[in-house]
């Protein structure tokens, strides 16, 4: 039994944290809500270790697929979408929500859920994380890089490849009319998620680097000019510079980047200041990805909007952490990428004002997107099939619908409640590991937890972490400008997701302290 670890001595038979710890934490760094205020039915049963559990068997995840029936029937399948002027219907995909013991003709509520919150009943919903690394149970505290996916969305897929797959939009035979239900389904949930008015203004893309590229090739060639400017902040992920450096570099227009302090956070007086009559956009995102610094969103784009600049934001970090309401954030575009919250790779959204979206050029041509062709003219559809040329992530496309539906299910204010305890928690365990720095250290985070240990290089943390089972990133995150803010190239990231415990952050904090101490080195 090691004496130097104050904490506990065996990492994987963590004790509970101590109840009076969590409950003075609690009310420290307090997030304040980036939402709109709603109903006040938030209930959150504690943090895992404090209680004893209930029944989990309604949760969701829990049921099998065996339960559907083999062949789902699909009556009323229209083939709307061969007919051009016909409108998509706001689908629910027939599939019947077998792991989240959904009713498909229910609205689920993305906000609150009347389950009380358990973070270990999730965690059996994700069947990845019951597996061992190194010998030890996994850790995954790498959500920034990527979530772990639910046996909703797993099954989700399996039922699409085995039921439903077909290209989409095309033809008059019954898979293509499940397949498209279930897409233009998921795209209604997208809309549902972000509470975006139509579901023609979500489109579908890979992930957010192409979402901020599709907006840069398209609106930013269309609509910026020479000495033009755009605004962005220190705290963007490359994803955010690069697509504005090379639309500025084309165009002759200005990139100006807005500071943060010591801590962080965006400065308001000198983002405001950048604005001026050439601004014509301003890009940032709603949570940093490399420190975790949630912005002052809602000032942000009223502060942009004032001087007449369009606003995008980058949604990546923030999708499952917090609520973003399009509508009342009032954002030109909003931009996520589906493997961040809980879906697959490969699929993403973007949503746009309608006005916007409708004045902005296409930005790749081919199938799909046209209404009529000849060699001499191309006609255009409309948003969003004209942003959508060929066949797309469909499948994906369907897991994303599955995600959201999950995470409707648990409601998105409780997980926000619930990992902000968790951050609080692992807050303080991080401190006191000697010499150990924490990089951001704003007044509303969300998930991430960046450090430095002094002695160490990142890349050796990382590696003697994951001899212990336990997965963070380790490097700049895509983020190099503002860690060299804080005079770094890289920092070591744990990551939170909804299925992460207090357990794993003393888990994390033992082996942190066995780092320190020299006996956790075998790694290196
Ligand atoms: N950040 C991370 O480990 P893509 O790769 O397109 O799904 O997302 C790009 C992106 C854009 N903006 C922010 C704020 C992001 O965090 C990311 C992705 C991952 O931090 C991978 S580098």
New binding site residues.
């Given amino acids: 039994m090691s004496t130097t670890n104050p904490i506990h001595s065996d990492p994987h038979s963590a004790s509970a944290p101590d109840p009076a710890l969590i409950a003075s934490l609690a009310n420290e760094l307090f997030v304040s809500p980036p939402y709109p205020p709603t109903a006040d039915s938030f209930s959150i049963s504690g943090l895992p270790g404090l209680q004893s559990y209930p029944d989990t068997s309604s949760l969701p995840g829990i049921a099998a697929l065996g339960e559907i029936p083999a062949g789902i029937p699909t009556p009323g399948s229209s083939f709307y979408f061969l007919d051009s002027n016909q409108a998509a219907p706001q689908a629910e995909t027939r599939f019947p929500g077998a792991s989240s013991g959904l009713d498909p003709e229910r609205t689920p509520d993305l906000g609150f859920s009347a389950r009380p919150f358990d973070p270990r009943a999730i965690r059996r919903d994700f069947p990845i994380l019951d597996q061992k690394v190194n010998g030890k149970p996994l850790i995954w505290l790498?959500n920034?890089?990527?979530t772990q996916k639910p046996n909703a969305v797993i099954d989700r897929l399996d039922y699409f490849y085995k039921h439903e797959n077909s290209n989409i939009h095309r033809a008059a035979h019954e898979l293509a009319a499940r397949s498209t239900d279930a897409y233009e389904g998921a795209r209604e949930k997208v809309r549902r998620f972000l509470n975006a008015g139509s579901a023609e203004e979500i489109v579908f893309v890979?992930?957010?680097?192409?979402?901020?590229n599709l907006i840069a090739q398209s609106w930013g060639r269309r609509y910026i000019e020479k000495d033009d400017e755009i605004v962005i902040t220190w705290l963007?992920?490359h994803?955010?510079i690069v697509p504005w450096q090379q639309l500025c570099a084309e165009k002759g227009a200005k990139l100006r980047v807005a500071p943060v302090d010591d801590d962080g956070q965006v400065i308001l007086e000198a983002y405001e200041k950048l604005f001026t009559s050439r601004t014509k956009l301003a890009a940032f995102?709603q949570?940093?990805?490399?420190l975790g610094t949630v912005t002052p969103t809602k000032e942000m784009i009223e502060i942009a909007h004032r001087h007449g600049a369009r606003v995008l934001l980058?949604g990546?970090?923030s999708v499952s952490h917090l609520r973003a309401d399009v509508q009342w954030l009032d954002c030109d575009w909003f931009v996520f990428?589906g493997?961040?919250v809980f879906a697959p790779?490969g699929i993403?959204a973007v949503y746009g004002k309608p006005e916007v979206l409708d004045a902005t050029p296409p930005w790749q041509g081919g199938g799909n997107m046209i209404a009529d062709v000849t060699f001499e003219k191309t006609i255009y559809q409309p948003a969003p099939a004209r942003f959508e040329a060929g066949t797309g992530n469909i499948a994906d496309a369907v897991g994303l619908g599955a995600a959201l539906d999950y995470l409707g299910e648990i409601g998105i204010e409780n997980v926000t409640r619930y990992e902000h305890e968790l951050l609080v928690y692992a807050t303080h365990r991080l401190s006191i590991v000697p010499g150990l720095r924490l990089i951001g250290t704003a007044k509303e985070k969300a998930g991430v937890l960046s450090f430095v240990l002094e002695g160490f290089r990142t890349e050796e943390v990382g590696k003697a972490l994951n001899q212990e089972g336990i997965a963070v990133?380790a490097g700049h995150?895509?983020?190099q400008p503002i860690l060299r803010r804080f005079g770094l190239e890289s920092t070591v990231?744990p990551s939170l997701a909804l299925y992460n415990t207090c357990e794993d952050i003393d888990i994390l904090t033992a082996a942190l302290l066995r780092i320190q101490s020299g006996q956790g080195r075998r790694g290196f």
């Fill in positions: 790498d920034a890089a990527t890979r992930g957010t680097t192409e979402g901020i963007e992920h994803a955010n995102s949570v940093s990805n490399a980058d990546a970090q990428s493997h961040k790779t993403g990133r995150h895509c983020a990231r």
